[in-house]
C-alpha cells in the first residue's frame, strides 16, 4: 500500500524516562515494520530522544483501528520485557 492510497492515518507518540529505554522499545518492535502490513495498512517507527513515534496508515477506518491496536500492543509488550530485563539486570 503506498502512502498515496491511504486516506485514514494517525499517529502515537510514546515518551519514556530515558533515551536508552526508548532506543530499546523502538529496535523491539521497528523489525516488525514491513511484516505486518497489508493491503490495506501500513506502518512506520521513528524514534527522537526519548520519544517513540508509530505512524499508522490505512485505507479504510476498520484498518486503521486494527493497525492501531497491532502496534499498540506491540509496544506494549516491548516495554514490558524492557522493564522486566532491567529489573533483572537491577538485581544481578
Not at 500500500?1 to 530499546?24: K, Q, V
Not at 490495506?40 to 524514534?47: F, K, L, Y
Request: glycine share 4%; charged share 35%; proline share 1%.
Amino acid at each position: 500500500m503506498s502512502t498515496d492510497d491511504a486516506p485514514h492515518r494517525l499517529s502515537l507518540s510514546f515518551d519514556y524516562d530515558t533515551e536508552r529505554r526508548a532506543r530499546i522499545v523502538e529496535r523491539a518492535v521497528r523489525v516488525e515494520v514491513g511484516e505486518i502490513d497489508d493491503a490495506r495498512s501500513t506502518a512506520r517507527v521513528d524514534r527522537a530522544g526519548r520519544t517513540v513515534q508509530v505512524r499508522v496508515e490505512a485505507a479504510d477506518l476498520i484498518a486503521l483501528r486494527a493497525g492501531t491496536n497491532t502496534w499498540a500492543r506491540l509496544l506494549d509488550v516491548a516495554e514490558r520485557v524492557a522493564e522486566t530485563a532491567d529489573r533483572r539486570h537491577d538485581a544481578a
